[in-house]
């Protein structure tokens, strides 16, 4: 559940103006968390939905088991900025209501309308022409809030700040 007293209320420009992300740092920088509101969705990484879950290896026995688990950024705008942010494992089905990955690629385009519904709800107000896998409209697209925090990327005097979306669930 989210709390908002962790979050800094803040535009993209204020979270960009207090952790920079084209900033290399000697030290990792502290975690940071704000919360966006009147955001949009304008564009998604990987391009294809069907790759929005990948298998990745999970070791709790002692043999690497593959898991199916979503991996995916979206670029966020709120009229004063761009952000980049992550969506990964748990957080990212949270965000998706609770869906959990499939393997996309090797289902038929079908198995993908639960993906896509859920998301639709970020691509438009109320129009679904773009939502077949296309990159949504800055004019279109449905305005949301969310809750990011930064971390580090990087490794010994050379660390980048990245964010990722937390604690956030779209509306059914």
Same mark, same amino acid.
């Given at each position: 559940v989210l709390n908002i007293a962790d979050f800094q209320p803040a535009t993209i420009a204020q979270v960009l103006s207090q952790t920079p992300s084209s900033v290399r740092f000697v030290a990792p920088p502290a975690t940071r968390r704000f919360? !966006?509101? %009147?955001?949009r969705v304008i564009d998604h990484m990987p391009?294809?939905?069907r790759d929005f879950a990948r298998r990745k290896d999970s070791c709790d026995c002692g043999q690497p088991t593959p898991v199916l688990r979503f991996v995916f950024s979206l670029l966020l705008h709120d009229g004063?900025?761009?952000l980049p942010v992550v969506?990964?494992?748990e957080e990212?089905?949270?965000? !998706?209501? %609770?869906?959990a990955p499939r393997?996309?690629?090797e289902e038929p385009e079908a198995a993908t309308q639960a993906l896509r519904f859920v998301l639709s709800t970020l691509w438009t107000d109320g129009d679904d022409a773009t939502i077949a896998g296309d990159p949504p409209r800055v004019s279109?697209?449905?305005q949301f809030a969310c809750a990011i925090e930064s971390f580090a990327v990087g490794d010994a005097g050379a660390w980048l700040v990245r964010y990722r979306v937390v604690q956030t669930r779209l509306r059914a």
């Open positions: 919360l !966006l509101r %009147g955001v391009g294809d939905l004063t900025a761009f969506l990964a494992n990212a089905e949270q965000f !998706l209501n %609770g869906l393997a996309y690629r279109g697209a449905a």
